[in-house]
């Protein structure tokens, strides 16, 4: 069940206060269980960007807007990078 982007919102919030009470080396642990959490569900979040590019092309997006957004395996792994770099 997808979460409307009000409870989103208020998510977003309180996580934020909770992030902010941890210290530099929790946050860096974080980051980097995030980035190898992008590694393990590539398949996953690949095949859930499939189902919003087909979404966005019944929307009639942009072909320059699909490319943007669609994510394989080479830029699945380039989020992981990056987040790693903020590190």
């Known amino acids: 069940e997808s979460m409307d982007m009000v409870a ?3 998510a977003a919030r ?3 206060r909770s992030l902010a009470t ?3 080396d929790q946050k860096n642990a974080a ?3 995030i980035a190898q959490e992008i590694e393990a569900q590539a398949e996953t979040i690949i095949a859930a960007n499939a189902e919003d590019l087909a ?3 019944a929307k009639g997006l942009s072909d320059a807007l699909m ?3 669609m994510l394989n395996e080479k830029r699945v792994q380039a989020l992981a990078e990056d987040t790693r770099k903020v590190i």
């Open 14 to 16: 309180l996580a934020s």
């Open 22 to 24: 941890l210290t530099t």
């Open 31 to 33: 980051l980097a269980l």
């Open 55 to 57: 979404d966005g092309r």
């Open 67 to 69: 490319d943007r957004l």
């Open 8 to 10: 989103m919102g208020k």
